[in-house]
Structure formats: structure tokens, C-alpha cells
């Protein structure tokens, strides 16, 4: 077997078999160990039977993703706090020039996806993001293709009943919230916060016990607004900054303290006003943005 062949076949597909992996996860770490265990596997495959390289890679990176979500499940069951997905640093240009990519890795689908069973939320992003086959579907998830057409069907009727609360990111208008709403916290203008919070806005914070944060959702405007202005005005580090990131395919804040990133801040908006606000405070969570990643749909 050409070891060079299959080396090259795979790093061309890596930006797409990362994303499918991310997007049934919700783990960058994971992902990344779905794909290396995928490709000890893909560098025994004889070539020759391989017709069709980008299927079969998904398919089988699809198959060790679910083994891994189902191997974790009793571990999210476990965690102390909500449980948020990993946020990932990416490339501006990859989410810019494919909207449903954005959508597909934002926070607010990724949160969406926790409530799918594993089988549901792999049929949804094969078929929904992806745009494969029933068929091939069928063949990653070990169901016959009938049986994926009505969890395609479930799957999209809950995910679309989930998001009416948000529409596809708007990049520019993420932007322009995200800035005013830090420039009013900092500045602690309770007003100004209110101005920008959607009255139903959830606040949702994951620590994993290992930082201090709340440890259920907080949900209207007046609550989270006072609790910023409490997070930004009480005793804090003087070596505090902030910073602008790409990531999920949108805007958010990450907050260093002497350097080390200790927190990412991501803003889901709607009709010019926040809705729901993520805190991504566990320090393991954070390892994933030590460098962006690459993210395709094809």
C-alpha cells in the first residue's frame, strides 16, 4: 500500500472530516482524536476498493464519532453545570463564503444538536450540513435507508422547532452587538445593557465546576445585566484584558488574565438584541483555541 496515497487523500478531506466530527461531538479535542483513530484505520484500507474517497472517509469518521459520543455520554450526564460544546477558533474566510457552515458550527446549532440523540444528531449533519446521500447515511449509521429517512425527518422537525428563537449569524450584526455590549459593561451602563438584552435572554455558563460560574441558566434581561455589571466591577485581576476572536463562525470576547485565556464569551443575537449569551469558563474547553482550525463542507 502507498502510505503517501493515503496521506494525501485524507489531509485533502481533513478541513471537511474534522467538521462532520466537530458537529457530532461538539468536542474540537475529540474530534481531532475521531480522526486520528480514523486515519490508523484509513491507512489499511486497500485503495483499490475505495471508489468513492470522500464517502467513505465521512462514513468512517462518522461511525467513530458516534462510538465516542456514546462512549461520553455518561460522562455529560455527570458534569457539574450545564455542559456547553468546545468553541473553536476558526478561518474567517471558510465560514464567510458558506452561510450554512456558519450556521452549522455557531453555538446557538451546536446546543440545538445536545438534544438530538447521537443517531438523530449524526443524520441531521450528514444529510442537513453535508447534503450526503440517504443511502450513504444509512451506511455510516448502520440503518437502512428507510429507517434514515424518518430520523432525517425527526431530527429536522425538532431542530427546527429549537431555532426559530435565532436566525443564520449575521456577522456584521454580531459585530456591532458584541462591541456595545462590552463597551456598556465595562462601562457599567446598566441601561445600555438592557437596551441591547432581549427580554427573554438566557445567560448559560460552563465551568465544569472548575471555575466559578453559575450553575444554572439565568433567563431575563434585568438578572443577566445585573450580574455583568457585577462580573466587570467587582474586585478583578489588574492584568484583565479582552479580546476580539473569531469564533464558531461569529464574533466573541475572550478574556485573558495575565495572558492565559480564562474565558470565552459568544453572543447569539436576533432582531438587533441579544438572546442568548455562552460562557465557556472550563479551563479543558479551552485548550481548542490555542490555534484555529480549518472547517469545510466538501
Known amino acids: 500500500m502507498d502510505a503517501g496515497d493515503h496521506a494525501e487523500r ?18 474540537a479535542t475529540e474530534a481531532d482524536d475521531v480522526l486520528q483513530e480514523s486515519y490508523l484505520r484509513w491507512s489499511q484500507v486497500d485503495l483499490d ?3 468513492d474517497t470522500k464517502s467513505y472517509l465521512a462514513k468512517l469518521v462518522t461511525r467513530q464519532a458516534l462510538n465516542a459520543l456514546r462512549a461520553g455520554s455518561r460522562r455529560r450526564e455527570d458534569y ?13 474566510h471558510d465560514a464567510a463564503q458558506d452561510v450554512v457552515l456558519a450556521e452549522s458550527v455557531s453555538m446557538a ?41 424518518q430520523v432525517a ?28 455590549f462590552m463597551s456598556a459593561a465595562a462601562t457599567g451602563d446598566l441601561e445600555g445593557l438592557l437596551a441591547l438584552l432581549a427580554p427573554d435572554a438566557v445567560w448559560t455558563a460552563d465551568s465544569g465546576g472548575k471555575t466559578t460560574a453559575s450553575r444554572r ?41 495575565d495572558g492565559r485565556l480564562t474565558g470565552v464569551f459568544l453572543l447569539t443575537t436576533a432582531d438587533g438584541k441579544v438572546t442568548d449569551l455562552y460562557a465557556i469558563r ?17
Open 10 to 27: 485524507f489531509t485533502l478531506l481533513r478541513p471537511l472530516l474534522f467538521t462532520i466530527a466537530y458537529e457530532i461531538l461538539g468536542s
Open 49 to 51: 476498493q475505495v471508489r
Open 80 to 92: 457539574v453545570g450545564p455542559w456547553l460544546p468546545e468553541p473553536i477558533l476558526v478561518d474567517d
Open 109 to 149: 446549532m451546536l446546543v440545538v444538536l445536545e438534544s438530538l440523540s447521537p443517531d438523530e444528531r449524526a443524520v441531521f449533519v450528514l444529510r442537513e450540513v453535508f447534503g450526503f446521500e440517504h443511502q450513504d447515511i444509512a451506511a455510516a449509521v448502520g440503518k437502512s435507508v428507510a429507517a434514515v429517512r
Open 153 to 180: 425527518r425527526r431530527a429536522r422537525q425538532h431542530v427546527h422547532a429549537r431555532r426559530k428563537r435565532f436566525a443564520p449569524p449575521d456577522a456584521a450584526v454580531t459585530a456591532r452587538v458584541t462591541e456595545q
Open 217 to 257: 441558566p439565568l433567563v431575563g434581561a434585568e438578572r443577566i445585566a445585573a450580574l455583568v455589571i457585577g462580573l466587570f466591577h467587582r474586585s478583578l485581576p489588574t492584568d484583565l484584558r479582552f479580546e476580539t476572536v473569531a469564533c464558531n463562525a461569529a464574533p466573541a470576547v475572550a478574556a485573558f488574565v
Open 282 to 298: 472550563n479551563p479543558d474547553k479551552l485548550l481548542a483555541m490555542t490555534g484555529a482550525k480549518r472547517i469545510s463542507r466538501r
